[in-house]
């Protein structure tokens, strides 16, 4: 089961995301180790290609339907409410948002990372402390 | 739980990571019910290229003569005094009995691919590896849920999975075909039920404990997925009420677990937010607002198609899969369904989902 929308959620950005970390790190390995049998270009390569594909696919798409939307209106000039086209800001604010959401829960997970250590790392020194005042007869 | 990974911790420092293949393989095959597809489980185990030592089919309390199919073909029979209630509890009552380095889990309603064992094995050749997991395809593509199974399927390990396996952390060992170091499950003390995913559990206390799992797409097997909506409905409680349950219970580990704390994170959002836009905000919005609202049901499905095509066209399967495209929006509104109300039974109102209702 494929929990969540894989290609129009958080899930479709952080997959591409994931894509071109790969890339970044095998051309950082490919310059540290010329090993030729622990490269991973071949997988890589597929799902670059998968990915630009995707893109491509998402480009192609945004450009049928609005052809065809003016293909209705002109057609049908009652729809043109229905149909009317979004700026361009408006969709350059729709591509980008499952990119910023998707650091913003990063960044969270870090956060919630860290104040997990704090809490622990004070939980350590309340006990620590706790124990020498005992030890201590105090 | 903090007891289980203190002892596998211990464990991995315990343990000596031996070589593969000096003891050989044993296929454990949990079963309750399943004379109708079991015969053919044992068949595909039988004619693998590399056949494990051992074959232990665990009839769980089975009324339907699960265990003198089994027998009738030779293999190792053993039956619990009561049923366990669940696929952990069989295959853990079975684990034992296990006297072999490697051991083997598979559905009783799953075939493998005759080279899949061999294929799959490789992956153990890394001492660092305790689990590994193949790929999985629907064996019947018929029902429409058969179709969006197998559409999420090829989606999935066609794209996900060699993701998540490259930066060693896939999601999930896949219950229905996994191998592991027997050793290392018995120390983490075999399939636990403490949820409705013990594949999930198991893959996320083996991380917790410092091992690797593995994902091996040349290693491929066959289950039975619900043709009806009624298994599908069951299998779906399962899996939802299995993840909301592992998050619960290791969420702690897994944010110390690199991109395996995104994916689960990521996989949290889109199941709350994205399937309370889907479910309710879209019906909303095109009745009110604008009818082309509706688009939102299909928008994604061209950029599912690249994949799933490619895949398609990679098995000789490109008929299949584009024919079963259709069926993919409406199974992923079903999944949406199940997941937002296991979330609000798990988390909200407290319901955990306790008994383990059989899928298929």
């Known amino acids: 089961m494929s929990a969540g929308l894989p290609a ?16 970044l790190r095998e051309f950082s390995r490919t310059t540290k180790d010329l090993s030729p049998e622990r490269s991973q270009w071949p997988l890589i390569k597929k799902m670059v290609f998968v990915s630009l594909a995707m893109i491509v696919v998402i480009i192609v798409e945004r450009l049928i339907i609005s052809n065809v939307l003016k293909l209705v209106v002109l057609h049908i000039p009652g729809l043109a409410k229905f149909t009317m086209p979004p700026s361009t800001s408006f969709v350059v604010l729709m591509a980008a948002m499952p990119f910023v959401l998707l650091l913003l829960l990063i ?16 939980s350590r020194f309340a006990w620590r402390e706790a124990s020498e005042a005992i030890l201590s007869g105090r | 739980m903090l007891q289980v990974l203190e002892r596998a911790g211990h464990a991995e420092n315990r343990i000596s990571k031996s070589s593969p293949g ?17 015969a053919d489980t044992i068949d595909s185990l039988l004619n693998q290229t590399l056949p494990p030592s051992e074959i232990i089919v665990v009839d769980d309390g089975s009324t339907d003569g699960t265990g003198d199919v089994a027998r009738d073909l030779g293999v190792t029979v053993r039956r619990p005094p009561k049923n366990t209630g669940s696929k952990a509890g069989a295959q853990t009552y079975a684990l034992p009995f296990v006297n072999t380095t490697f051991c083997i889990a598979i559905d009783a309603d799953t075939v493998l691919a005759p080279d899949a064992i061999e294929r799959l094995f490789e992956a153990m050749r890394n001492p660092d590896v305790a689990a590994a997991s193949g790929y999985v395809l629907p064996r019947y593509v018929k029902s429409v849920w058969e179709r969006g199974r197998y559409v999420e399927y090829l989606f999935s390990f066609a794209y996900f999975k060699p993701i998540q396996d490259h930066f060693e952390r896939p999601l999930i060992s896949s219950g229905c075909f996994s191998i592991y170091r027997t050793e290392v499950l018995r120390n983490i003390g075999g399939w636990s039920n403490r949820t409705m995913a013990e594949d999930m559990d198991l893959t996320w206390t083996l991380y917790a404990a410092g091992w690797k799992v593995r994902f091996v797409p040349e290693a491929v097997c066959y289950p039975i997925e619900p043709h009806n909506f009624f298994f599908l409905g069951c299998q ?12 619960m219970l290791h969420w ?26 889907l479910l309710f905000a879209l019906p ?3 009745l009110l607002v604008n009818p082309l609202f509706l688009l939102g049901y299909v ?6 198609a690249v994949p799933v095509l490619l895949e398609g066209l990679k098995r000789r399967e490109f008929r299949r899969a584009l024919r079963s495209l259709p069926a993919y929006p409406v199974i992923r509104v079903v999944n949406m369904a199940s997941l937002l109300k296991a979330f609000w039974l798990e988390l909200v109102t407290k319901q955990t989902l306790k008994v383990y209702e059989k899928g298929h």
């Open chain 1, 8 to 23: 129009a959620g958080l899930g479709g950005a952080l997959y591409l995301l994931l894509v071109v970390w790969m890339l």
């Open chain 2, 252 to 277: 702690h580990d897994v944010l110390e677990q690199p991109y395996l704390r995104t994916y689960v994170a990521v996989m949290l959002w889109d199941a709350i937010v994205m399937g309370s836009l």
């Open chain 2, 299 to 304: 928008i994604d499905v061209p950029i599912i």
């Open chain 2, 284 to 286: 909303v919005l095109t």
């Open chain 2, 22 to 38: 000096d003891s050989g393989i044993t296929v454990i095959v949990p079963a309750y019910n399943e004379a109708a597809s079991l």
């Open chain 2, 236 to 247: 779906l409680r399962r899996w939802s009420h299995g993840f909301i349950q592992n998050v």
């Open chain 1, 107 to 122: 960044a969270c997970l870090h956060c919630l990372r860290l104040s997990r250590r704090l809490s622990k790392a004070h």
